[in-house]
């Protein structure tokens, strides 16, 4: 486990030692409400689109189980009659000149240009999804391609781009951890932001007393695909026999193999960092048994000469109260 790792895990669980930074996290904290404070009074500049954003983010670090929704808000929004488009900063990647942003994301696009979850959307989706750490200008992409509602996928903290809503999603395991902002916890802002915000989801049933009026949604698995031909399978049976090997690169390893054991998966798990660039050697075991993964990680995977590989595809579900409630503002956005 990396130093990182380690803090991370320490700031969920609310070691002791993390107190010895609170003076650092007074000045981090500072710095996070002057530069709100700066695009609401106008001294950074803010773009509105000419049509409806919606922006997907976390007030927490590690993973929460946002993208899934992001996937699921595409859908819906392309049956409700929408164009939607998806505007990524595209983590993990890069372009190879700064003049290939703003970068539309196909299938093709090399996940080292376009990062992981942007390509992974993209093939979970069919909506355009352009990639730039510049998200005004993403989107101003994604409008000239004939989007007329966009995604903003994590982009809570990125200010100059305006929104008309703004999702928070929040694991129900871990929550807010110790409460406490970088690098003293593990929040990117104070938990008053969530009073500013359209909605709260939680992913799961949260071990924490929930925000009033947060909804409650679920990542349910939905079918395994085969890495090597594409072949969708249904959850049951089993595309293979006996234990495999449980590979996950995500922000929060021990959900997908929680998924896996609740699927009667006999898995041995193997954890990597968030966003990690796999080898053929880190999924080679030398015994036979074929590796399940994220669909993340599959992204980054698929040019690796490997064996018998099984992605397991996950799809959001949310309340029917969330969605009745999103209904009415897309409707009054229209």
Same mark, same amino acid.
Request: charged fraction near 25%; include cysteine.
């Given at each position: ?7 991370? *895990? ?15 996290? =007074?000045?981090?904290?500072? #710095?996070?409400?002057?530069?709100? !404070?700066?695009?609401?009074?106008? $001294?950074? !500049? ?66 080292? *240009? ?14 355009? #999804?352009?990639? /730039?750490? /510049? ?17 903003? @996928? ?8 305006? $929104? ?9 395991? $871990? ?22 915000? !359209? ?29 090597? /031909? ?31 054991? =609740? ?16 080898? +053929? ?5 030398? @015994? ?6 994220? +669909? ?27 969605? +009745?409630?999103? /209904?009415?503002?897309? =409707?009054?956005?229209?």
């Amino acid at each position: 486990m990396s130093l990182g790792e380690r803090w991370l *895990q320490a700031a969920y669980q609310g070691s002791a030692w993390l107190r010895l930074l609170k003076p650092l996290e =007074a000045l981090y904290r500072l #710095v996070v409400a002057r530069r709100a !404070d700066a695009y609401r009074d106008g $001294r950074r !500049d803010v773009w509105r689109a000419e049509v409806p954003v919606i922006v997907v983010g976390n007030v927490t670090l590690g993973g929460t189980g946002k993208s899934p929704l992001v996937a699921w808000l595409a859908r819906h929004l392309s049956e409700r009659g929408w164009r939607p488009g998806i505007v990524s900063r595209g983590y993990g990647g890069k372009a190879a000149r700064e003049t290939d942003h703003p970068l539309r994301v196909t299938l093709q696009t090399p996940i080292e *240009q376009s990062g992981d979850e942007p390509r992974m959307l993209a093939r979970q989706t069919g909506v355009p #999804v352009v990639v /730039d750490p /510049d998200r005004p200008r993403g989107a101003k992409a994604l409008c000239e391609l004939g989007c007329d509602i966009l995604l903003s @996928d994590d982009g809570l903290q990125h200010l100059a781009l305006g $929104r008309d809503i703004e999702l928070v999603v929040v694991d129900g395991r $871990r929550g807010f951890g110790n409460g406490h902002c970088l690098p003293a916890g593990p929040l990117r802002e104070p938990l008053s932001r969530l009073s500013e915000v !359209d909605a709260v989801l939680i992913n799961g049933e949260p071990a924490f007393t929930p925000p009033q009026g947060a909804w409650i949604f679920r990542l349910v698995p939905a079918r395994w695909r085969s890495l090597s /031909d594409g072949v969708a399978r249904p959850l049951t049976p089993l595309p293979f026999g006996g234990p495999v090997h449980g590979v996950a690169g995500i922000g929060n390893p021990q959900r997908f193999f929680a998924t896996l054991e =609740a699927l009667g998966v006999r898995a041995v798990p193997h954890a990597f960092p968030d966003h990690h660039r796999f080898t +053929a050697q880190d999924l080679t075991f030398g @015994d036979g048994l074929p590796v399940v993964m994220t +669909a993340k990680d599959a992204e980054k995977c698929d040019l690796l000469a490997l064996g018998e590989v099984w992605v397991l595809e996950v799809e959001a579900e949310p309340s029917l109260d969330f969605v +009745a409630w999103l /209904d009415r503002r897309l =409707a009054s956005l229209r």
